[in-house]
Every structure is written in C-alpha cells, then in structure tokens.
Nanobody
Framework: QLQASGGGSVQAGGSLRLSCAAS????????IGWFRQAPGKEREGVSC????????YYADSVKGRFTISRDNAKNTVYLQMNSLEPEDTAVYFC????????????????????WGQGTQVTVSS
C-alpha cells in the first residue's frame, strides 16, 4: 500500500513536503509519480522519478518550485513544494509502478498500477 501524507493549509509563497510511504511493497524498482486533482478538474501529473532516482520529470506548472526525491532505504518518496500558489490547491496522490522504464519515468497516470490515498493541499492567497 501507498500512503501520501504531509498535506495541509498554507499561504501563498509557503512550503510543504509531501511523503509517499509504502508498506508491504518495496519501492526499489518502482517508478513513482505524484499527481493532483483540483475540484472540478481532471487529475494531472505533477512530477515523477525513475526507480534509480537519476531521472525526474516535472509538469511545466511546477518546474523550479517542486522537487521530487526518493529514499529507498526508507521506502519513501518525497515532493518538496516551495513557492506554493493558490493554483496548487488540490488533492495530491502518489503512484508506483515496476513496469515503467527504469530511466524514463512517466507523468501518464494510466501507466501506474499502485495508488495511494491522497493528501489535501490548500494554498490561500
């Protein structure tokens, strides 16, 4: 199982760090993606990281503000979110998949088989 945590309410310009922890599942060989869904909108890819940790991708909307990282020893992936904007308000989900190319992670939600429950992020202006 995957469990996302670390969400909360912050003012614009603030920071949050989301964690995606796995239980009963080793993330060592899994690509991990972070996705978000705002009210009335479709779920979108935010960032992803390869199983090796050497390759990361970001949506244009978060480039330069968000950083994804992983600690395989802790079986956890993080999403550091800085300079948060009201447009970042959404429920954030993490997802994992062992079949995604080890050097080419994906922001396509349909490529991920394992999903965790989301964590709410609210950014006020």
């Amino acid at each position: 199982q995957l469990q996302a945590s670390g969400g909360g309410s912050v003012q614009a310009g603030g920071s949050l760090r989301l964690s995606c922890a796995a239980s009963g599942l080793s993330l060592d060989y899994h690509a991990i993606g972070w996705f978000r869904q705002a009210p009335g909108k479709e779920r979108e890819g935010v960032s992803c990281i390869s199983s090796s940790g050497r390759t990361t991708y970001y949506a244009d909307s978060v480039k330069g503000r968000f950083t994804i990282s992983r600690d395989n020893a802790k079986n956890t992936v993080y999403l550091q979110m800085n300079s948060l904007e009201p447009e970042d308000t959404a429920v954030y989900f993490c997802a994992a998949d062992p079949q995604i190319h080890p050097q080419k992670p994906s922001l396509d939600q349909y490529e991920y088989d394992y999903w965790g429950q989301g964590t709410q992020v609210t950014v006020s202006s």
